[in-house]
DNA sequence: CTGTAATCCTGCGAGC
DNA sequence: TGCTCGCAGGATTACA
């Protein structure tokens, strides 16, 4: 269903006032930031707030299991952060929709909304913050197990896609390539943004069926997807209004969007009008001319 | 197999 | 000016 230009333009001017989930780019720019604040540094203390994140797992007395660990490695798996102890356990973090996960000094005033504090032997503080509360933290007493259940569940990474085996998945599929690439378990790590700008980088409708694409058409959304992501990274992934890296520093991949949030304005390409409809449940952005459905 | 929609949640702008 | 309303969406689940 195609909205109308009036809802379109309402949509569009709605989209620089949300808050972007962190995608791929987004939690491995929190990753590289954590590392040289976190690795090395044992955890002193621990306080959480009462309110409930999504689906937390937390043995009993993981306070005490936490108090002494050093952090060995923090590793990036899609969307999901593992911050590996020297106990053999891990913290499992997913920022969900608004989460910020920052090492800070400990004198910094505490928002609202911070659910973790974990107090550092150098006097700084590894803090969970997270308004929606669509993001979780949970203690795992085996990094190693954590990381097998998430490589169990979760696909591909986008820089380490089989090809062959990318282009048998795409073209077996009946469902809309924007559904396909929403998947965590075909491709992981993928959002809103990023399934947008790789579809139109592949110069692909977003409600384009799977077995539409031809075979060269699967090899340019691969490679439409690597490069996308690719450079998200190099911008720090994208901040419209919260998301902030690991040590608070914003992104700047915002100012490269060629279609996502740009509903009503011109394409970059062909100066077509950029449309937004609803496919998956989600709004899709896109240049009618250049992404022509097939 | 496919899609749709509800669920969790808060912030914020539009509209009255 | 202050209220209500709708919408944003990642992952999961239920249902058509």
């Known amino acids: 269903m195609l909205l109308s230009y009036p809802s379109s333009l309402r949509i569009h001017h709605s989209a620089f006032r949300t808050l972007v989930m962190p995608e791929l780019p987004e939690v491995e720019t929190v990753a590289r930031d954590l590392r040289p604040l976190l690795v090395g540094r044992t955890i002193t203390a621990v306080t959480r707030s009462k309110l409930k994140l999504r689906n937390p797992w937390w043995p009993a007395g993981e306070k005490a299991y936490l108090i002494g660990q050093r952090v060995l490695a923090i590793h990036r798996r899609a969307k999901y952060l593992r911050v590996e102890l020297t106990g053999g356990g891990c913290l499992l973090v997913h920022l969900g929709m608004t989460g910020q996960f920052t090492v800070v000094p400990a004198s910094a005033p505490t928002e609202t909304h911070t659910h973790f504090v974990f107090e550092l032997d150098d006097g700084k503080q590894l803090r969970f913050r997270d308004a929606r509360r669509f993001g979780s933290v949970e203690l795992h007493a085996s990094d190693t197990a954590a990381a097998a259940t998430l490589d169990s569940q979760l696909g591909w990474e986008p820089n380490d896609i089989d090809p062959v085996e990318f282009t048998t998945g795409v073209r077996s599929s009946k469902r809309a390539l924007k559904a396909r690439l929403l998947d965590q378990t075909f491709v992981a790590?993928?959002?809103?943004?990023?399934?947008?700008?790789?579809?139109?980088?592949?110069?692909?409708?977003?409600?384009?069926?799977?077995?539409?694409?031809?075979?060269?058409?699967?090899?340019?959304?691969?490679?439409?997807?690597?490069?996308?992501?690719?450079?998200?990274?190099?911008?720090?992934?994208?901040?419209?209004?919260?998301?902030?890296?690991?040590?608070?520093?914003?992104?700047?991949?915002?100012?490269?969007?060629?279609?996502?949030?740009?509903?009503?304005?011109?394409?970059?390409?062909?100066?077509?009008?950029?449309?937004?409809?609803?496919?998956?449940?989600?709004?899709?952005?896109?240049?009618?001319?250049?992404?022509?459905?097939?």
């Open 189 to 294: 790590g993928i959002g809103n943004i990023y399934a947008d700008e790789s579809l139109f980088r592949a110069k692909i409708h977003p409600e384009t069926r799977g077995v539409k694409v031809s075979i060269a058409g699967c090899d340019v959304l691969r490679i439409a997807i690597q490069q996308v992501i690719a450079k998200a990274i190099e911008s720090r992934g994208s901040t419209i209004r919260d998301y902030v890296g690991g040590s608070g520093l914003r992104g700047g991949f915002q100012h490269e969007f060629a279609v996502y949030g740009r509903t009503g304005e011109a394409c970059v390409s062909c100066a077509t009008t950029i449309q937004v409809i609803r496919v998956a449940g989600r709004s899709s952005h896109f240049c009618p001319k250049c992404q022509r459905k097939k």
